[in-house]
């Protein structure tokens, strides 16, 4: 490998990370007989043209979301199992008296399924998917007004931004479309962006993404919000080394569902 050229140096590098998601400075320097100097030197061009993101030690590769639009019908049949995982895991964050706001798509609905019927607390979403949920909670259900955007199946608009700005509540909990530490969460959707940037702004506690692993290094049009803005993740399986040491130095905890 020593007589690669660095163009062909690091094509070898993307193929190798597009394959393994994520690798270490240490494995692939001696995957292809080079200093780990390097391999970082080859890490930070490609970072620089946004292929590939620097990781404590490592890199993960960049997955670009494909164009289009969100659409709830699509995420209700993706990935079912490891949205079941996550969704239980994150409904345990959930405490009595709690005020949440429930950003848009299935995790977030599916929740309902797994909190205890009896506890009080109360959920603030324009999501309507949450609505067929709440048949037999002592939970209060406040559903936000706004103009019903069938795609999302949510309400959205001047109306929703205005009642979320009246609201404290103690957490709120985002669905992921993408997630990446250069580019934060990302959507490809403006409605959903502006909505969920609104919720983050006006919750006085904690704010919980909810990712399956497929979300990790994929980045979508718009960002909804940087990593630091985040305090838990929930993910349905480990995150690889390097990237849950630099979310834990922003300050981010990461919940692995069971």
């Known amino acids: 490998m020593e007589s690669l050229l660095p163009a062909e140096r690091r094509q070898k590098i993307l193929d190798i990370i597009a394959r393994e998601l994520t690798i270490r400075v240490s494995s692939l320097s001696e995957m292809l007989g080079v200093s780990e100097m390097t391999i970082r030197r080859d890490l930070d061009y490609l970072g620089e043209r946004g292929l590939a993101e620097r990781t404590h030690g490592g890199a993960v590769f960049i997955k ?3 164009p289009g639009k969100f659409q709830y019908q ?23 008296h709690d005020m949440v706001y429930l950003g848009e798509g299935a995790s977030t609905a599916e929740m309902m399924h797994f909190i205890n019927p ?67 969460l990302t959507t490809p959707n403006l409605d959903i962006a502006a909505i969920e940037r609104s919720m983050i702004q006006y919750t006085r506690g904690k704010v919980i993404a909810m990712a399956d692993n497929s979300k990790f290094g994929l980045v979508a049009e718009v960002v909804v919000a940087p990593i630091h ?26 919940i692995v569902a069971q």
């Open 229 to 254: 803005q985040i305090d838990i993740i929930v993910t349905d399986q480990k995150i690889p080394g390097g990237f849950q040491k630099d979310l834990l130095q922003m300050g981010v905890e990461v």
């Open 64 to 66: 670009r979301r494909t």
């Open 118 to 184: 009896d506890m009080p607390f109360t959920v603030f979403t324009n999501n309507l998917g949450v609505v067929p949920q709440f048949q037999g909670q002592a939970a209060e259900l406040i559903v936000l007004g706004g103009a019903y955007t069938p795609e999302t199946h949510a309400l959205a608009g001047p109306i929703t931004m205005e009642q979320i700005r009246q609201i404290n509540a103690s957490k709120v909990f985002l669905g992921v479309d993408g997630l990446s530490l250069r580019s934060g």
């Open 74 to 96: 699509s995420s209700v049949q993706t990935n079912p199992d490891e949205r079941t995982r996550i969704a239980r895991a994150a409904a345990t964050l959930i405490e009595p």
